[in-house]
Nanobody, 113 residues
């Protein structure tokens, strides 16, 4: 069974940083591209970032480019999202996901003073 479990969310002040993790199991993690998406209160899912299976190629939404960094550790079956210079508009539930649409339960990120 495919499982994706996000962690690392929390409450942070504007300008702060958080590092999200996604522990994957039930599939050969290193064979798949991975994605972070988010959902702000009252809004739809928003794509945040992609990374290819080998971790070499990455892409970002314009709203997070230069502030967020996606990475992965295939030996540990774990996906990461380093978030710096956080803004209130980054407040959302963050999910890691496969291209199939499978995603975890999410982790809440709240940026507020």
């Amino acid at each position: 069974e495919v499982q994706l479990v996000e962690s690392g969310g929390g409450l942070v002040q504007p300008g702060g940083s958080l590092r999200l993790s996604c522990a994957a199991s039930g599939f050969t993690f290193g064979n798949y591209a991975m994605t972070w998406v988010r959902q702000a209160p009252g809004k739809g899912l928003e794509w945040v970032s992609n990374i290819n299976s080998g971790g070499v190629y990455t892409s970002y939404a314009d709203s997070v480019k230069g502030r967020f960094t996606i990475s992965r550790d295939n030996a540990k079956n774990t996906l990461f999202l380093q978030m710096n210079s956080l803004k209130p508009e980054d407040t959302a539930v963050y999910y890691c996901a496969l291209a199939s649409g499978t995603r975890g339960q999410g982790t809440q990120v709240t940026v507020s003073s």
